[in-house]
């Protein structure tokens, strides 16, 4: 219990859960206020998964369907990987949970991983004062717009892999911070845009900073070696 108590990993999961246990506790703080104020008796739940959060929630239970007479707008336009992470999670307890309990549980796990990791890339990269790389959880927790990040939403699941493909991506480990990318592209369109940041980063890693045409042509020429050399031990791992 005492090395767990000097892990540094441990003290700072625990300062990011503290800060995301305040933030959730002034979300549940804001229910009866809004109720009061509205003269409604609106729950939780309702009020933390209005708009795209139900159409999240429909291809959950249904999957993807054709527009129908209820709904004419096509739910294709939802990427799948969020919505497939809450389907396994839904279909391993048994449909027992509420869809949408599902799906928060899913996106607050997913904030506080982002939390973590982009604390820990802001004291690597950085000299930031002990205690203000906090500021980060308190913003991602906390700020105006963030409740999108604790409902039925993408939003907390993108923001974990941009910041793992950033985190891995520094670390020069770039099969993982490929993989991130391809899971963030899988959960929303813009996820695609990293590959520039990928192919930035190799280059300054390989050629330095300097940009000419011959730094770019053997840029070029040792990124398909090394394709190759991939599709190689692939291929010999198959067989």
Not at 23 to 36: A, Q, T
Not at 57 to 82: C, E, H, K, R, V
Not at 203 to 208: F, P, Q
């Amino acid at each position: 219990m005492s090395r767990l108590k000097d892990n540094e990993n441990f003290k700072l999961l625990l300062k990011i859960l503290i800060i995301f246990a305040i933030s959730r506790l002034i979300m549940l703080v804001m229910v009866p206020v809004y109720n009061g104020i509205m003269g409604t008796h609106r729950s939780f739940l309702f009020l933390m998964n209005e708009w795209d959060a139900k159409k999240y929630a429909y291809i959950i239970n249904n999957g993807y369907t054709y527009p129908t007479d209820t709904d004419p707008q096509a739910n294709w336009a939802f990427f799948p990987l969020y919505a497939l992470v809450c389907m396994f999670f839904k279909a391993i307890t048994g449909g027992l949970i509420n869809t949408y309990v599902i799906g928060m549980i899913v996106s607050n796990v997913c904030i506080i991983i982002a939390a973590f990791f982009a604390v820990k890339g802001i004291k690597k990269q950085t000299h930031i004062k002990d205690g203000y790389e906090l500021l980060m959880p308190v913003l991602m927790f906390m700020a105006p717009y963030t409740f999108y990040s604790a409902s039925v939403y993408t939003e907390a699941m993108f923001i974990m892999f941009i910041v793992l493909f950033f985190y891995f991506l520094s670390e020069k480990k770039y099969i993982l911070a490929c993989v991130m990318a391809a899971c963030s592209s899988a959960t929303r369109i813009v996820g695609c845009i990293l590959v520039f940041a990928l192919v930035v980063q190799l280059y300054i890693d390989i050629e330095g900073e300097k940009i000419s045409w011959g730094c770019i042509k053997d840029f070029v020429v040792t990124m398909f070696k090394y394709l190759r050399y991939l599709y190689v031990r692939l291929e010999r791992s198959v067989i």
